[in-house]
């Protein structure tokens, strides 16, 4: 008798729970394609996680509005700054491998000499670079790294203007170079955008500058370390332990039927790749970010699984100075930890409760709006309320 009861217990506490998931999905889809239907996003895609699994992931809007293709859970984009948490992990997993040290001196893996000219003799560390505290700017004689894929004098009128205006005011001039040269040019005294101005006046690890090249400073420093190519060692060592089937990077990612178009404001932009790639190009979707952020969090509850968990405490912890707010490559705060990321047509966020260990991801095709900010809070909203 007391099995029988107990039986039905446990039968009616699993159905009750499908009932509330159905509910709370269900719920979760009506709100969404309500804002989807009034606000300024042409396509965004949402995903709920914990540390074991996607709760919920699904896409609303158009990933090309022209044609009226769907923004689903599958369809990819590149995910602008959330990509330098790729760098993070990598950064640990090579020294877990023995490869480096988070403080040693960039410049013994440099082919040339990156030194502040306001402190000379002040080293700069990898986790400097990975903190955003290595005193190097962005340099605004080569503002961005984009390269478009057909010649930009070709392009419309308005489109050029949009990225004049907004994203890269020199980017008809743009040339392809190596990554490895296009840094020279900017940090080494002989390159032929430096200037003491790329690098700022607070000496090193004494204040948060946010620099995207520090992201690909790293990427470089983790081949010279490993003698793997960047990209095949976030293939190796994340993507593909992940089942991360569907994700890439922006170079090599243009013939997927699933990439959504991007669209700053109202104007369907062209395909573009950066010579920066580390710091913002790598392309996803929330089902294959959602596994690698249930990972993460995984991670950070003490488990051992791309990373030791060892890795995951140092990683995840603050460095340097406690209002920096910055982990190894991921932002630090005193509930959650994450990132977010904006470039031309994507607009980002990855973030996941300390306490509750559960997170979100948001993914939008469309930047530059009167109203976006407005918009993507009212999606965020939803998605922590749920």
């Not at 690909?216 to 332990?241: C, N």
């Not at 178009?261 to 710091?279: A, R, S, T, V, W």
Request: aromatic fraction near 14%; charged fraction near 25%; proline fraction near 3%.
């Amino acid at each position: 008798m007391k099995l029988l009861i107990w039986t039905f217990l446990l039968f009616t506490n699993i159905t009750i729970a499908q009932s509330n998931e159905k509910f709370l999905t269900e719920s979760l889809t009506k709100e969404f394609t309500e804002l989807s239907d009034k606000n300024s996003i042409v396509g965004f895609s949402v995903a709920i996680v914990n540390r074991d699994s996607v709760l919920y992931a699904k896409g609303f809007g158009y990933s090309n509005k022209e044609k009226k293709k769907l923004y689903t859970k599958n369809t990819v984009q590149p995910i602008a700054s959330i990509s330098k948490t790729l760098a993070g992990v990598a950064l640990m997993k090579a020294q877990e491998m023995g490869k480096l040290n988070l403080d040693d001196d960039i410049n013994d893996y440099l082919p040339f000499k990156i030194i502040n000219p306001y402190f000379p003799n002040s080293k700069i560390t990898i986790r400097n670079l990975a903190t955003h505290s290595s005193s190097l700017r962005d340099s605004r004689s080569y503002s961005k790294t984009v390269i478009f894929k057909s010649d930009f004098c070709e392009l419309p009128k308005k489109t050029k203007k949009y990225f004049s205006n907004n994203w890269c005011r020199k980017c008809d001039k743009n040339k392809e170079i190596p990554l490895i040269d296009f840094l020279k040019n900017i940090y080494d005294s002989s390159g032929i955008w430096y200037k003491k101005n790329n690098f700022s006046k607070d000496n090193i690890g004494t204040e948060y500058n946010y620099c995207n090249n520090n992201a690909s400073i790293v990427a470089f420093i983790i081949e010279k370390a490993t003698g793997e190519k960047y990209y095949d060692f976030v293939q190796k060592q994340i993507l593909e332990p992940l089942e991360m089937n569907n994700s890439s990077w922006l170079f090599d990612s243009n013939e997927s039927n699933n990439k959504s178009i991007l669209y700053g404001n109202e104007i369907p932009l062209p395909e573009f790749k950066e010579i920066g790639y580390p710091d913002g190009s790598f392309v996803t979707n929330v089902v294959d970010f959602g596994n690698y952020l249930s990972s993460i969090i995984s991670g950070y509850s003490g488990k051992n699984n791309i990373l030791n968990s060892d890795s995951y405490k140092e990683m995840l912890t603050k460095q340097i100075n406690e209002k920096f707010n910055s982990g190894i490559f991921w932002e630090v705060y005193s509930k959650t930890i994450g990132h977010s990321g904006e470039n031309a047509g994507q607009s980002t966020y990855v973030y996941f409760d300390k306490e509750n260990l559960v997170g979100y991801i948001l993914f939008g095709n469309t930047t530059d709006t009167k109203n976006l900010e407005k918009d993507e809070e009212e999606i965020i909203k939803i998605l922590k309320k749920y």
